[in-house]
């Protein structure tokens, strides 16, 4: 199956500052969402962005998928923020929707 | 109105005994699925349904079964439950096959088997 790639494995901020995860998949895919997991354990749908470039608050995603990546932006972070990202592609060549997902990037952000 | 809900929230349960996860969308979906999230965080596809239909069984024990009565419920049921069953369960449901649609996840189900 497709291999899926998330960094950095944890990032430590200040409230307020910006940051920017990364998804990087080995094979060509028709399929990217980000998600979000809360400390509470709930996954929350943050974008479906298999191209291009979308934006929602202080939350933007950009996806590149001839260079087989895409990036997370957060800016001015919130204790809010803290949780779990993670990264899910489908693969072009699948046709039952099994979703890979990558191993995660756990936020912290401090007061 | 939880468009993916599950029950129980929280199960805690000994070695050797069978239980049960419901799941329910009212979301008008007609793809579900479950998924296994360890203790590392990592998540993983177990089974996918489609209009009742079973399409995605991936390496999963046969202790573990599905059941989807309508196309808006997807039980699991697992048998003789072991110590590394213990983990998180997540139901989804998606329009239509993923491709080209949102998956949406249930809140999970904590297993811990002692």
């Known amino acids: 199956g497709i291999q899926v790639e998330q960094s950095p494995p944890d990032l430590i901020l200040q409230e307020g500052a910006n940051s920017t995860l990364r998804c990087n998949f080995s094979?060509?895919?028709?399929?990217l969402q980000w998600f979000h997991q809360n400390p509470w354990g709930q996954l929350i749908n943050l974008f479906y962005?298999?191209?291009g470039t979308k934006q929602n608050g202080r939350l933007s995603a950009t996806t590149v998928a001839t260079e087989r990546y895409s990036l997370l932006y957060i800016s001015s972070s919130q204790t809010t923020d803290s949780g779990v990202y993670f990264c899910?592609?489908?693969?072009?060549?699948?046709?039952?929707?099994?979703?890979?997902f990558g191993r995660g990037t756990q936020l912290t952000v401090w007061p | 109105d939880t468009a993916v809900s599950q029950t129980p929230k929280y199960l805690v349960t000994q070695m050797g005994n069978d239980k049960s996860i419901k799941c329910e969308q009212n979301?008008?979906?007609?793809?579900m699925y479950w998924y296994k999230q360890d203790s590392k965080k990592f998540l993983k596809i177990m089974f996918s349904?489609?209009?009742?239909?079973?399409?995605i069984n991936e390496t999963v024990p046969n202790r573990f079964s599905p059941k989807s009565p309508d196309k808006a419920h997807l039980n699991l049921h697992i048998n003789s439950l072991e110590l590394g069953d213990s983990a998180v369960y997540f139901c989804?449901?998606?329009?239509?096959?993923?491709?080209?649609?949102?998956?949406?996840f249930g809140e999970g189900s904590w297993l811990t088997v002692v």
């Open positions: 989804a449901s998606s329009l239509g096959q993923v491709t080209g649609n949102t998956i949406y």
């Open positions: 094979d060509s895919v028709n399929n």
């Open positions: 962005i298999p191209s």
């Open positions: 899910a592609v489908l693969d072009r060549g699948s046709t039952l929707g099994r979703l890979y």
């Open positions: 979301l008008g979906h007609d793809t």
């Open positions: 349904y489609n209009n009742k239909e079973l399409i």
